[in-house]
């Protein structure tokens, strides 16, 4: 007979959900303490006292698994195979503004704050989440209200409006278009929604790119996460992963519907979570929330040429 506690469906904003990590110990990355320390200035004995206190900020914003499990710090676009490509093509123009870069459903906006680290100026950096608190907190979190100088909004990116109202003059304006765990959040109709509004943001020139990661899953297809009932009922959704393949075929379908076959070099590496791994391991964040076999991670790339 299940327990009394497994039959009783806990408050998403429960900190006894097993996606509200009780500790630290091993899910901070060298990398992203590091930003913390050098970035934002944080003494090494203070960081792990203000994660754990951001956290709880966030966590009471919107209770999501990767703010419960800290990952919401994790660094994954320095690991991209077109990270170097990344950096060139951001390097700053002597006589136009940009090149701009934009990370859509950024959450705490932590690539960002990344690349600035790295030399991109910030203030040709953007950002955009549905959630406006995460952008907000995002200033406490890199300690960087006065140093941070780009541009964080705060859209649904499915928004009728979108183009008139918050990102409005996006049109053809990034070179760069970044997506972290984002896509795998919607349906296949969704996803191609969602490309076509990201090639609309594209720069039309050669050389433009739309780049990400996300949990993908062997053959592409459905997948829900392991916790029934984890989303709202309203938002109760069918997540479709991919692995190259099915990544290349929607991305042939989004070529079509938005006149533009022929234009792109798509490239993509789907890795297959290891039996036993846990999550995290090489780069696979999320996927330890998803069920059902042949789940890994996918990065992709989308170059105009
Ligand atoms: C799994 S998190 C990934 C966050 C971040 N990119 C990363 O890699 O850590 C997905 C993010 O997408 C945002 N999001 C979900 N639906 C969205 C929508 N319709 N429009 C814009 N952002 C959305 C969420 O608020 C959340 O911050």
């Given at each position: 007979m299940a327990s009394l506690t497994s039959s009783l469906k806990l408050d998403r904003?429960?900190?006894?959900?097993?996606?509200?990590?009780?500790?630290?110990t091993n899910h901070l990355a060298p990398d992203s303490r590091k930003l913390l320390e050098e970035y934002s200035n944080i003494l090494p004995k203070d960081v792990e006292s203000h994660v754990y206190k951001l956290r709880d900020t966030l966590w009471s914003q919107a209770p999501y698994p990767c703010i419960g499990e800290f990952k919401f710090l994790t660094l994954n676009l320095r690991k991209h195979p077109k990270y170097t490509h990344l950096l060139s093509l951001m390097q700053p123009s002597a006589s136009q503004p940009g090149p701009f870069l934009l990370d859509l459903g950024?959450?705490?906006?932590q690539e960002l704050r990344s690349l600035a680290h790295a030399?991109?100026?910030?203030?040709n950096l953007y950002g955009s989440d549905l959630n406006p608190k995460y952008l907000t907190t995002s200033y406490d979190l890199f300690n960087d209200a006065s140093t941070f100088t780009g541009t964080l909004v705060p859209a649904n990116i499915f928004s009728p409006t979108l183009f008139e109202d918050k990102f409005k003059g996006w049109q053809e304006k990034f070179k760069v278009i970044h997506a972290g765990l984002f896509l795998h959040l919607f349906d296949r109709e969704q996803q191609l929604e969602v490309c076509a509004r990201i090639l609309k943001m594209l720069e039309v020139g050669k050389g433009s790119m739309f780049l990400g990661e996300m949990v993908g899953c062997r053959g592409g297809g459905e997948r829900g996460p392991k916790a029934k009932g984890f989303w709202k009922k309203k938002e109760e959704r069918r997540q479709f992963l991919h692995d190259e393949e099915s990544f290349a075929a929607m991305w042939e379908d989004v070529a079509e519907a938005t006149g533009t076959k022929g234009c792109w070099k798509v490239e993509s590496q789907f890795r297959e979570r290891a039996k036993g791994a846990g999550d995290g391991d090489g780069g696979s964040k999320g996927c330890a929330f998803f069920t059902g076999v042949g789940i890994g991670w996918i990065t992709f790339s989308c170059e105009r040429v």
């Open positions: 904003y429960s900190k006894q959900n097993p996606w509200y990590y009780q500790n630290l950024c959450c705490v906006a030399g991109i100026p910030s203030s």
